[in-house]
């Protein structure tokens, strides 16, 4: 599975983003994530989503402004950002599980990471 995410940039505190990640190759996959790793900061999970959509799961620090989606005709996960803060400022990756039987907010419940979005929120 090969995971190409894109829709990072600059944006003002208080504004949106929408990342996308759009995977190719065996494209049968169960959970999708997000995480984010900040400059000598550990990644960290963001939120998650089940193969169906039905189940979603988000870090404490991002609910209530970031929803996770996904179009499985597309092969393709979004993270909807808004309000952003400054502290949102990352590296953004996308990820795959093979696994229906994870928690999807783990590093390693994911099996396929892709390459990495900038997000910075500028104060």
């Known amino acids: 599975v090969q995971l190409q995410a894109s829709g990072g940039g600059l944006v003002q505190a208080g504004g949106s983003l929408r990342l996308s990640c759009a995977a190719s190759g065996r494209t049968f996959v169960n959970y999708l994530g997000w995480f984010r790793q900040a400059p000598g900061k550990d990644r960290e999970f963001v939120a998650a989503?089940?193969?169906?959509?039905?189940?979603?799961y988000y870090a404490d620090s991002v609910k209530g402004r970031f929803t996770i989606s996904r179009d499985n005709a597309k092969n393709t996960v979004y993270l909807q950002m808004n309000s952003l803060k400054p502290e949102d400022t990352a590296v953004y990756y996308c990820?795959?599980?093979?696994?229906?039987?994870?928690?999807?907010?783990?590093?390693?419940?994911?099996?396929?990471w892709g390459q990495g979005t900038l997000v910075t929120v500028s104060s």
């Open positions: 989503i089940s193969l169906s959509g039905g189940s979603t």
């Open positions: 990820a795959a599980a093979n696994s229906p039987w994870v928690a999807g907010t783990n590093i390693r419940d994911y099996d396929y």
